[in-house]
């Protein structure tokens, strides 16, 4: 069995110039044209069958191996967030308010470094390897719009695997979890209608405000007395805005927020609760309300086989003491438009260091990470699409 240790080794340096110059160059969702030029570019080379344009900035390369056999779909996001960079690192972002504050500069890096990888041994490879290099991560649904584009056909992938680079575990140690590990996400706005008046004179108007305090608290009770124990579910309220004078009782007030689940049964039981608090809260204040909510994800759900092939993959690379289970947010991923349709594994690759400083929250401004998980990664995910694809393995 190769472990790949020689090929990711030799290609560390480059894998780190590649990270620094995305980093340096961010781009923000379905703006990721000079980066996609790169990719484009780079998978040619190596001889690839490159489509570029897939979901407005997307990258797909197809590499056929010698003999057929499955396919093999790897995934990697590309975009950048807006966030002003606080990290002084020599290689900050050149952009002023963009920064790849989630890592996807590093998992561009890895992306290039995997298809460099599995061209090398493309004599050796039975089936084929679908590289997509994806736009729009952060709230675009870049990954939903690819499946509207095809992305899943001709041809149709086998297994689905994507990897995202974590600063809430060290360098050195991957996280693959079975089953669900990432949420469902769905925002929703209510808009509290009561009818305008003088803040002295109440009971001649309807208040809003009350009615909308009486729904916040209410909406408190769905995860609290409707989602079983067992499960789990966020309901948050982020934004109230109504009014702007201490003595008006404004007409409307506007409540948004998100929903996160993770059993779609849960998730449907949760729309149709807050319909009915929304309601009727509003109603037992004489008030009325609209709800709306608009679904962004589904839950992302990892396949258990696939899944074994990763774990097991991780621990050969770094021992069984290094791979750990169990990871799970209520942070949603549109990788769940690929898993959705394909059985996949999407893990998680620990990137914090305390000795260097790297290990700053996602999406925060002081955001880096270990460049030792960019080779690590590149072998973690080379050895698990190894299995499906070589045969004398
Ligand atoms: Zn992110
Ligand atoms: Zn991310």
């Not at 030029?37 to 897939?54: D, F, R, S, W």
């Not at 290689?91 to 989630?102: D, E, I, L, Q």
């Not at 693959?176 to 925002?187: E, S």
């Not at 992302?300 to 069984?320: C, F, K, Y």
Request: with cysteine; aromatic share 6%.
């Amino acid at each position: 069995m190769i472990d790949f240790l020689t090929e990711t080794e030799a290609m560390r340096d480059q894998l780190v110039a590649w990270r620094r110059d995305f980093h340096m160059h961010p781009e923000l969702k379905y703006e990721e044209r000079r980066t996609a030029a790169i990719v484009a570019a780079h998978l040619e080379a190596l001889g690839y069958c490159v489509q570029t344009g897939v979901a407005r900035t997307g990258v797909v390369g197809l590499l056929e191996g010698a003999a057929p056999g499955p396919v093999v779909m790897l995934r990697f996001d590309m975009d950048a967030l807006p966030v002003t960079e606080e990290t002084g690192a020599p290689y900050a972002s050149r952009t002023p308010g963009c920064m790849h504050a989630c890592g996807h500069d590093g998992h561009v890096a890895i992306g290039m470094g995997l298809a460099q990888l599995l061209a090398g041994l493309r004599l050796d490879i039975a089936g084929s390897v679908k590289l997509i290099f994806q736009p729009a991560e952060e709230g675009g649904n870049g990954a939903a719009l690819m499946v509207q584009e095809g992305v899943l056909e001709a041809p149709r992938p086998d297994v689905f695997l994507s990897a995202h680079i974590w600063t809430d575990a060290p360098v050195g140690t991957v996280n693959v979890t079975p089953g669900p590990v990432m949420a469902a996400a769905d925002t929703f706005t209510c808009t509290v209608r009561g009818r305008g008046g003088h803040g002295a004179l109440p009971h001649q108007s309807v208040d809003p405000v009350v009615a909308a305090a009486h729904v916040v608290t209410a909406l408190q009770t769905i995860v609290s007395r409707n989602v079983s124990p067992l499960d789990t579910a966020v309901v948050t309220v982020g934004a109230i805005h109504g009014g702007d004078a201490f003595n008006v009782i404004p007409p409307t007030v506007e409540l948004r927020g998100t929903i996160r689940t993770y059993q779609p049964h849960t998730r449907t039981m949760i729309h149709r609760r807050m319909q009915e608090t929304v309601d009727g809260v509003a109603a037992g204040c004489g008030a009325a309300a609209d709800l709306e909510i608009v679904p962004l994800t589904p839950a992302v759900i990892n396949d258990p086989e696939v899944t074994q092939v990763v774990m097991r993959a991780a621990e050969s690379i770094l021992g069984a003491d290094r791979v750990h289970s169990g990871e799970r947010t209520m942070g949603s991923e549109d990788a769940a438009f690929f898993l959705n349709e394909i059985p996949g594994c999407y893990f998680f690759l620990g990137g914090a260091n305390p000795e260097k400083h790297l290990g700053a929250p996602h999406h925060n401004p002081r955001f880096d990470f270990d460049e030792d998980v960019l080779p690590l990664g590149v072998r973690v995910l080379a050895r698990a699409s190894a299995t499906y694809l070589m045969q004398s393995d």
